[in-house]
């Protein structure tokens, strides 16, 4: 029986479906597990329209969530937050750049920041973009401000936009908040020396003319690549975690009559979609509107046969059950092989994330 074997974030997935019809403490139970192995310390406020996902992430999650950022299993995108310290950059050529990351869980690693500047049409010559993190605030006519270069880019004439990299600030920020005094980023003309560009490549600030929708898809961006403390702990462990369910022996109750009838066919793969909506999650989830996250159930049968996937071990416990069905259970119908999705949820901010987890759909079965 499945509800005596060791299950993954699929079986807290059946439960919560299951607990359609089980009270409410149940039920809750059921969400902040699920929760828990989500990573979330919990479920996101209600929210009537979800905010619009910005197009670098919706084409992150169309790309099955392939993160640019090696061992990154989280992708987050940030615009700069207005200050007053806009002002002091009123050129085109020059500009202080603030994400405020505080909102990141302190168990996620930065893996790659990749800043993303548009490009203005039409500008001739060659250029450099020049990013600083701004390791502490000059104050006026007192002390200049000192800054450490993060990357140094050629512009030239072309289209699409143009990427640095912020890696190391955004490392620095979320071990020390206090200090992210932003970033500076300067456009200079090539081959002289330090002669500011009349006419940028690029957008760095917002002109005083610019509507909201104009400036909203031309400003810069930065995407922030990260591992969370699961993935950390899975991908050192180097191998795919089954976590023991706790609340197996509750489910084994509500589900026994479905369970005697096909307790006799041998141990497979079976479908379960999971959908969001009636798991009451579709106002936090923006995508997917669920998934199909299949589960395993079967008996495994003396002889044990080859496409059952047991191991040593699960052949020799169902010998033993055959002679001696009193002595020990048969060998559990289990996920051997399980793999990843990415979804696309609101964080307590209200922005977009997304992220890649781990053993949400079962691939293969086994007998173990
Ligand atoms: C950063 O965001 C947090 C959470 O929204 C907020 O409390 C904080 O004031 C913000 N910091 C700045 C400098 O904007
Ligand atoms: C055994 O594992 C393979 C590969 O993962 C899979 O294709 C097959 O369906 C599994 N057998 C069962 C009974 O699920």
Known sequence: MRGACACA???????????A???????????????????????????????PVPRAMRLLYEADGAIPAAAANTARS?????????????????FRLYFNLSGIPSDEIAR???LTFQRVDEVTGAQRLLLYDVVRPGRRGKTAPILRLLDSVPLRPAKGAVTADALSAARRWLSEPEHNHGLLVRVLEEGERN???KQPHVRVRRRVTEEDEEWNTRQPLLLLYTEDSRARAARES??????????????????????????REVCQRRPLYVDFAEVGWSDWIVAPHGYEAYYCQGDCPFPLFDHLNGTNHA????????????????????????????M??????NNVVLKNYQDMMVMGCGCR
Not at 79 to 94: A, K, Q, S, V
């Open 344 to 349: 696309l949820y609101m964080d307590e901010l």
């Open 9 to 19: 974030v699929v079986c807290a997935l059946v439960a919560l479906c299951a607990c």
């Open 78 to 94: 940030f615009h700069h937050t207005p200050t007053e310290l806009d002002e002091r950059f009123p050129g085109e050529h020059r």
């Open 315 to 342: 052949i020799v416990q169902t010998l033993v059950n055959s002679v001696n069905p009193a002595a020990v259970p048969k060998a559990c119908c289990v996920p051997t092989q399980l793999s990843s999705i990415s």
């Open 112 to 114: 790659g920041a990749d």
């Open 238 to 263: 180097g191998e795919t975690r089954l976590v023991r369910n706790k609340r197996a022996t509750q489910r084994r109750g509500h589900r026994t009559h479905h369970r005697r009838k096909e307790a």
């Open 195 to 197: 002669v500011d560009a």
């Open 21 to 51: 019809g089980l009270d409410e403490r149940t039920r809750g139970a059921a969400e902040r597990q699920l929760l828990a192995l989500l990573g979330l310390p919990r479920r996101p406020a209600r929210r009537a329209a979800p905010p």
